[in-house]
T-cell receptor
């Protein structure tokens, strides 16, 4: 059963703590993405990676970090520097970097900072 | 700044009616305009997409109309069904998304 998995589904964090969100895909896709979704604001790009060991900042990268050590994995760390981290986080992947390569999204992780 | 403006923010339609969602973009370099459908608590999924050299694309009850000169495109949902109740996002290129439209279809 191919697809994208994100874990955990719900995550609670205390202020000042770093937390890592998992994203795994078994679609053999080269490109992976992280988005943040807030009510009324659509999807905003945090980071994306077109190949292993390479990634680029998106529109709202401040306070986040990523790694791409394996093709199938693209974890996102929300650091304590992120001022308003409570949001729904979506991971996606696509076969390649072309604009017409369909993005497939995971089920998301809802992060709440207490 | 938001590169894609989407309206309305929400709409309610009766079963069997037509839902219309509009988007406008700024950058003429965009060459691909997808629409995504998202159900509560789930990730978005590609619904239908269009290239700028085509003025209209239809898949079942879903139609995209594209106006290149006006830099606008719209999604029409014909014969709306309760199962169509979801949030719809337009996008320009791969990485620029509209703010989303929540569609509620009343039975």
């Amino acid at each position: 059963d191919g697809g994208i998995t994100q874990s955990p589904k719900y995550l609670f964090r205390k202020e000042g703590q770093n937390v890592t969100l998992s994203c795994e895909q078994n679609l053999n896709h080269d490109a992976m993405y992280w988005y943040r979704q807030d009510p009324g604001q659509g999807l905003r790009l945090i980071y994306y990676s077109q190949i292993v060991n390479d990634f680029q900042k998106g529109d709202i990268a401040e306070g986040y970090s990523v790694s791409r050590e394996k093709k199938e994995s693209f974890p996102l760390t929300v650091t304590s520097a992120q001022k308003n981290p409570t949001a729904f986080y979506l991971c996606a992947s696509s076969r390649g970097a072309a604009s017409t390569d369909t993005q497939y999204f995971g089920p998301g992780t809802r992060l709440t900072v207490l | 700044q938001q590169q894609v403006k989407q309206s309305p923010q929400s709409l309610i339609v009766q079963k069997g009616g037509i839902s219309i969602i509009n988007c406008a973009y700024e950058n003429t370099a965009f060459d691909y305009f997808p629409w995504y459908q998202q159900f509560p608590g789930k990730g978005p999924a590609l619904l239908i997409a269009i290239r700028p050299d085509v003025s209209e694309k239809k898949e079942g009850r879903f139609t995209i109309s594209f106006n290149k000169s006006a830099k606008q495109f719209s999604l029409h949902i014909m014969d709306s069904q309760p199962g169509d109740s979801a949030t719809y996002f337009c996008a320009a290129g791969k990485l620029s998304f509209g703010a989303g439209t929540t569609v509620t279809v009343r039975a």
